[in-house]
């Protein structure tokens, strides 16, 4: 009787950890104290200093988190538009819903959640990062390959901002989507 019990058990546990699907983990130290880390994930301006040309961001449970990364595309394909934060412990977490790039609609009709943790680290932040409930089948691996390169480069960005002491400067980025845009007016 507690052979077929163990079994089972053995058998469930075993379903159970094939079924999670594993995270993007991710983790940086941060040449600057926990609350300006904070700061720069948790206001549009601080999000605009490394992530995106534009954000919009309320830092509260269910308030928005919206990383406008083309602030002149339609309503919908600007980015990460319409996020929400779904969990926030100041200057220790931050959660938030997800979504794919533009160029994958069928994964950007769903939802993936970001956990960011903040922690001290000698005189900086040691920043940790989880992207998880990804899907198996149509485009979720496409989803999941883009970020396990765009995460990185999203990192560094923060990194070089308080290394340099300077805001990214998307003069650039914004004219090469006003170029884009015009071209694909155009057409």
Not at 27 to 56: C, D, H, L, N, R
Not at 176 to 182: G, I, R, S
Request: proline share 8%; net charge neutral; no cysteine.
């Amino acid at each position: 009787m507690l052979r077929p019990l163990l079994l089972t058990a053995a058998l469930l546990g075993s379903t159970a950890l094939q079924a999670a699907e594993p995270a993007i983990e991710l983790s940086v130290a941060v040449k600057a104290p926990v609350s300006a880390v904070w700061q720069a994930w948790t206001s549009s301006a601080g999000i605009s200093s490394f992530f995106a040309p534009e954000a919009e961001v309320d830092a509260r449970p269910d308030g928005a988190f919206h990383i406008y990364m083309d602030p002149y595309g339609k309503p919908g394909m600007k980015g990460a538009d319409g996020m929400r934060i779904l969990a926030i412990e100041p200057e220790k977490l931050l959660s938030f819903t997800w979504n794919a790039p533009p160029h994958l609609p069928e994964a950007r009709a769903q939802r993936t959640v970001v956990i960011l943790r903040f922690a001290p680290e000698g005189e900086g932040t040691r920043l940790s990062l989880s992207h998880l409930g990804w899907g198996s089948g149509g485009e979720w691996p496409k989803a999941r390959a883009y970020f396990e390169k765009a995460w990185p480069n999203v990192l560094k960005n923060l990194q070089t901002r308080f290394e340099t002491g300077q805001p990214h400067d998307w003069s650039a980025w914004r004219a090469q989507l006003k170029q884009w845009h015009a071209s694909e007016a155009a057409k």
